[in-house]
């Protein structure tokens, strides 16, 4: 049995759910002042490290977008004195898992290692951090792999909705921007832009990190110094401005010959700050969000069996929110799939949820947040969104408790004001019937 064989099966081991309660984390403190929440766990030998640094692919430079994302798919090819071969064979020699991505508003990293490799990982992560060496050979070739990817984007309708629905929320903003660059801005990326990026933007002011696993507080604490130490002490300066998603009753149709239309929609949401998020979020969950207990799924799919799923969902980013949904749909069926959705989306509006519909939710939405701690990795990168958020080290505690604060009365009052269903953006690719475009 070869060793990453047996990591997939530790790994495998690890991923009973444990009780939200049962959950201990510690915040620990390094000599430098970096601090990282920690969550032992020497049931199994493996640590499982996510990291995230504040300013993401939003802050790309006009023309050079992308630049976040291909340094994000480049750091783990090469670093230090190890090329990108050498550095990926040392990975999988020892069954360590290194990646990083770059969201509009955070980079994220994640690590995962075997404790009798834990040395070598924490020393590949330094290296990958702190010393990327951006050679010209891995990055050539993984920007063909990023701009092959674009040009297939181009093709698929869900990208084609998706980007255009962007486009159109936050014109002029950089949310409005796809944050794997274009066709046109990849290219431009010098090797220079992605040292520059990883200068400007990797730093311990701006860095949070989580442990999950078989490592202790002291040993986590030395770790911290030894990983992050030699990053800059601050990150370069930045200003994104707020965004305001456009509300306009607007339909774009954009023609394409496929036996399905995509629907997208939405408008402006509601930020993770607000206090009417959480009766938002069960809000949501009744309307869309929910899967098969959501009024959209209920009214398009089980009752008419108009398209295999329907749903919503809340997007609220550190300078915008959005609330959007979507369906997919044979084309014959698209202007009644729309009147459905839209329809739900005014009953919510004007009506509002009932009692039971509301208890239902909570019940549902509390008892299942344990789900959500089954396994290291899961843990690991809901203690950096929760470290992200500020929503506090107790949050696990006390997320239950404003679940079941949201009052019938509140929620509605929430529906009324967030849901505007005379002001949806909605784009549909394909080729639908019965949907007037409204441009």
Known sequence: MNRIFLGIIISLLSLAALPANAIEIKEVRSQRGITAWLVEDHTNPIITMNIAFRGGAAL????????????????????????????????????????????????????RTLTENRDQAFDLLRLAVTRPRFDSEPVERVRRQILAGLRR??????????????SRFFPGHP?????????????????TDLKLFTAQRLARNNLVVAAVGDITAGEMTAALDKIFGDLPEKAAS??????????????IIIDKPVPQSIIRFGHRGIKRNDPDFYAAYVM?????????????????????????????????????????????????????????MRGEWRRMA?????????????????????????????????????QLEKLGIDYIDKRNGFINAVSQDGLNRVAKKLLHPDNLTLVVVGQPKNIPQQP
Do not use: C
């Open 175 to 191: 949310y409005g921007r796809p944050t794997k660059g274009t066709l046109d801005t990849v290219p431009l990326i010098k090797l």
């Open 60 to 111: 790309d430079p006009v023309g050079k977008e992308g630049v976040a994302h291909l340094a994000s798919t480049t750091m783990d090819e090469g670093a230090g004195d190890l090329d990108s071969q050498s550095f990926q064979q040392k990975l999988e020699d020892l069954s360590i898992s290194l990646r990083f991505s770059a969201g509009r508003d955070e980079f994220t990293g994640s690590l």
């Open 238 to 251: 930045w200003v994104l401005a707020e965004a305001e998603p456009k509300l306009e009753n607007r339909t």
């Open 284 to 340: 949501n969950y009744i309307l869309g969000g929910g899967g098969f207990e959501s009024r959209l799924f209920e009214e398009v799919r089980e009752k008419r069996g108009l398209a295999y799923s329907a749903w919503s969902y809340l997007s609220p980013w550190n300078h915008a929110a959005v609330i959007m949904g979507g369906a997919g749909t044979a084309n014959e069926r698209a202007g009644d799939t729309v009147k459905i």
């Open 153 to 166: 984007s181009l093709e698929d309708p869900k990208s084609i909705a998706n980007r255009i629905l962007m």
């Open 350 to 386: 004007e009506k509002g949820v009932t009692k039971e519909e509301l208890a239902a939710a909570k019940t549902y939405l509390t008892g299942s947040y344990a789900l959500r701690f089954s396994g290291s990795r899961r843990i690991s990168s809901m203690l950096v969104g929760i």
